[in-house]
């Protein structure tokens, strides 16, 4: 197992289900998920599981995430918050896809209530198969990055 084909999955309590079919789906094409949790319905809260992710792949752990809750919002707004995540919430395939290619995003977020299942394991295929363009986007990512305290 190196980084380079480990991605992390986090959820809060709304999106067990779907994010397990995410951790089957990519699995099945060469990724190892490294599923952090949660496993039972309990009520949890979305920021705790976005950090622990985010965190994840800011030291290099994990290449990249996805996270879910019920927007999707919330654990991105979470997620976010720790130096060098790069995470955006795509509710449809072009979004995932354009995240990769000009932001260089390392995570993505879903939401459970937002997607489908067969939706939501197409935005992973688009985000997990894209690669940053670099360029003229590398400066506007490194802009976003000067921005990090």
């Given at each position: 197992?190196?980084?380079?084909?480990?991605?992390?999955?986090?959820?809060?309590?709304?999106?067990?289900?779907?994010?397990?079919?995410?951790?089957?789906?990519?699995?099945?094409?060469?990724w190892?998920?490294?599923?952090?949790?949660?496993?039972?319905?309990?009520?949890?809260?979305?920021?705790?599981?976005?950090?622990?992710?985010?965190?994840?792949?800011?030291?290099?752990?994990?290449?990249?995430?996805?996270?879910?809750c019920?927007?999707?919002?919330?654990?991105?707004?979470?997620?976010?918050?720790?130096?060098g995540?790069?995470?955006?919430v795509?509710?449809?395939t072009?979004?995932?896809?354009?995240?990769?290619q000009?932001?260089?995003?390392?995570?993505?977020?879903?939401?459970?209530?937002?997607?489908?299942?067969?939706?939501?394991?197409?935005?992973?295929?688009?985000?997990?198969?894209?690669?940053?363009?670099?360029?003229?986007h590398?400066?506007?990512?490194?802009?976003?990055?000067?921005?990090?305290?």
């Amino acid at each position: 197992m190196t980084p380079s084909n480990r991605v992390v999955l986090s959820s809060d309590h709304a999106a067990i289900q779907l994010r397990q079919a995410i951790a089957a789906h990519i699995a099945v094409r060469g990724w190892v998920a490294v599923d952090i949790g949660p496993t039972t319905p309990e009520s949890t809260p979305y920021p705790k599981h976005g950090e622990a992710a985010a965190r994840l792949v800011a030291s290099g752990d994990c290449r990249f995430g996805i996270i879910l809750c019920g927007t999707g919002q919330g654990i991105m707004m979470a997620a976010n918050k720790v130096t060098g995540i790069r995470c955006g919430v795509c509710s449809d395939t072009f979004s995932a896809r354009m995240i990769r290619q000009h932001n260089d995003a390392n995570m993505l977020s879903i939401g459970a209530r937002v997607v489908g299942e067969g939706l939501a394991l197409d935005i992973v295929d688009a985000f997990l198969n894209a690669r940053f363009e670099g360029g003229r986007h590398a400066t506007r990512v490194n802009m976003i990055e000067s921005l990090e305290g």
